[in-house]
C-alpha cells in the first residue's frame, strides 16, 4: 500500500516485455507496421523520398522506412526491413506467410483485396482499414459501400 486505500500500479518496464495472453485460439496475433526516417538530401539517390515543398523550400528528398512484423503472443519480432521511403509499404520483403490460424493486424498501406483474400483462404485472419468506397458483401443483403457504413446506412 502507498498510503491511500488503493494498492500502487505495477510500472510499465520494456526489460522483460510479457507475452500477450489474450487467446490461445490463434497460431499467433501479428503487429505489421512501418516507420518514416527522414535522411539528409545527399542519400537521395540510395534512398529516394517522396519530395515536396515546406516554406518554399525542398523537403523528403531522402528517406528510409523500417517495416517491422510483432508477434504480440510471443514477443518474437521480424524485422526491422529497410527500404527507400518512396517504396510502397506493400513492396516490402516479408515474403513468408504468417501460420494458419494467425490473426495480423494492419493499417492501409498493406490494403490488397487479392492478399486479404488468400488469407481468409488459407484460414487466417485479418484486422485492417477498409478503402474508402470499398464494397462489402453481407450474406443475404445488398452490397455496401464504406461510405455507407460511416453514415450508419450498414
Request: aromatic content about 6%; glycine content about 10%; hydrophobic content about 30%.
Amino acid at each position: 500500500m502507498n498510503g491511500s486505500s488503493r494498492p500502487s500500479s505495477p510500472r510499465p518496464s520494456s526489460a522483460h516485455p510479457r507475452p500477450l495472453t489474450c487467446s490461445s485460439a490463434f497460431a499467433g496475433v501479428w503487429l505489421h507496421d512501418r516507420t518514416t526516417i527522414t535522411l539528409s538530401p545527399s542519400m537521395a539517390e540510395r534512398f529516394p523520398g517522396c519530395g515536396g515543398r515546406r516554406n518554399g523550400k525542398p523537403v523528403g528528398q531522402a528517406g528510409i522506412k523500417a517495416q517491422v512484423r510483432l508477434d504480440m503472443t510471443t514477443g518474437q519480432l521480424q524485422g526491422p526491413i529497410i527500404q527507400p521511403s518512396r517504396a510502397s509499404d506493400r513492396a516490402v520483403a516479408f515474403r513468408e506467410r504468417l501460420p494458419n490460424g494467425s490473426v495480423q493486424i494492419r493499417d492501409l498501406g498493406y490494403f490488397h483485396l487479392d492478399d486479404l483474400a488468400r488469407d481468409t483462404a488459407d484460414g487466417r485472419w485479418w484486422i485492417t482499414r477498409l478503402k474508402p468506397n470499398t464494397a462489402i458483401w453481407v450474406k443475404d443483403r445488398s452490397a455496401q459501400t464504406t461510405s455507407d457504413a460511416e453514415r450508419g446506412s450498414v
